[in-house]
């Protein structure tokens, strides 16, 4: 039997709702993190359990408290943590990390420029011992260099002083043999085809790809079925997250926990929003194209329920076209 194309993968945030653990709606974020950070060993060995359950080959390290550096306290070593990953079936695809930190805060003080390239220097070598060889950067904020508005235009100045710090991060990682991959986040710099399509022209396609999340390209007003089309080539990894329609990113206020609860009454298992899967699936057809694919759903109440539904729907519906 042939080594399928398109591997299925899981963003450990899929585990993240405090129902699934029988902890108290009303505890916090900040709590949440507390609680795991005392004892990571027991979460992240359900967290990976629950991955074999629901039939993924892979998992890609999360926002804390699923990150890498929590996994790591976690077992002890990356020897122990890639033991444990191996004994289940299981391989690592990604390792996310939010980039704004790491991009504007070099940009606004150059003097941060040599602490984000430790980071992710420290990031790439961890993960080069799990043999992965991807960090999934977040993007900047639109906002962030608009004013304040997050359905501005960004000033190409702006992505171009971006891109070019991406392009030292990624020269940062290389050494290990992993390249950075920026998440289409919604409302930021790399959601909108002409902003992703400037800075991807700014940056080695040796040291930075993109990863394509559909949702957020979508719930951005973005059609990310075009997106593919344009950059299939520099997609190493997606996010196949779904989504029910666009949302203004104006309409989004109070603390950050707020607002990303709002964009998940948005989100979709997939097959069950407004992404042309099968259209997006001819493309990767007509590429050859073979990497990750992550069912990322976000705090989902029944991970591993939602993840078998959307693994059903891309052997029913996806892998007969490409697989």
């Given at each position: ?8 993968g ?5 585990f993240?709702?405090?129902s ?10 900040e709590?949440?993190?507390r ?23 892979g ?10 550096t ?10 122990k943590?890639?033991?444990?990953l ?5 391989s690592?695809?990604s ?14 003080n150059?003097?941060y ?18 043999d ?9 904020p ?15 100045l ?6 070019e710090q ?6 940062a ?9 920026l998440?289409t ?5 790399c959601s909108?085809l ?9 940056t ?7 990863c ?6 979508t ?5 990310a ?26 309409t ?10 709002v ?8 097959g ?5 899967w ?25 991970p591993?329920g939602e ?17």
């Amino acid at each position: 039997m042939s080594t399928p194309r398109i591997r299925l993968g899981t963003d450990l945030i899929t585990f993240f709702d405090l129902s699934y653990w029988g902890i108290a709606a009303e505890t916090s974020y900040e709590e949440w993190m507390r609680m795991v950070e005392a004892d990571p060993h027991l979460y992240f060995e359900r967290m990976f359990d629950g991955c074999v359950e629901a039939g993924v080959q892979g998992i890609e390290f999360a926002p804390p408290p699923g990150g890498l550096t929590t996994a790591l306290a976690a077992y002890g070593s990356a020897a122990k943590l890639g033991a444990a990953l191996r004994s289940r079936g299981l391989s690592v695809s990604s390792s996310f990390t939010f980039g704004a930190p790491l991009i504007m805060g070099a940009l606004e003080n150059p003097a941060y420029r040599s602490t984000a390239d430790d980071e992710i220097r420290r990031h790439a070598d961890a993960l080069a011992e799990l043999d992965c060889g991807l960090i999934v950067l977040g993007a900047v904020p639109r906002a962030s260099v608009t004013g304040g508005d997050p359905n501005g235009v960004v000033p190409r100045l702006d992505l171009v002083r971006i891109a070019e710090q991406l392009d030292h991060l990624g020269a940062a990682a290389a050494p290990a043999g992993v390249r950075l991959a920026l998440h289409t986040d919604a409302y930021s710099v790399c959601s909108r085809l002409e902003d992703v399509s400037e800075v991807l022209s700014q940056t080695s396609a040796d040291t930075v790809s993109l990863c394509l999340d559909a949702g957020h390209v979508t719930l951005d007003g973005g059609d990310a079925v075009e997106m593919l089309r344009t950059h299939v080539d520099r997609v190493p990894i997606m996010h196949w997250k779904d989504c029910v329609s666009p949302l203004d990113g104006a309409t989004l206020t109070g603390p950050v926990m707020d607002r990303h609860a709002v964009m998940l009454t948005h989100f979709r298992i997939l097959g069950n929003g407004a992404v042309d899967w099968k259209s997006w699936q001819q493309i990767l057809k007509a590429s050859n194209w073979s990497g990750w694919a992550i069912a990322e759903i976000d705090m989902s109440p029944d991970p591993i329920g939602e993840l078998r539904a959307g693994i059903e729907f891309f052997e029913r519906e996806l892998a007969p076209i490409h697989r």
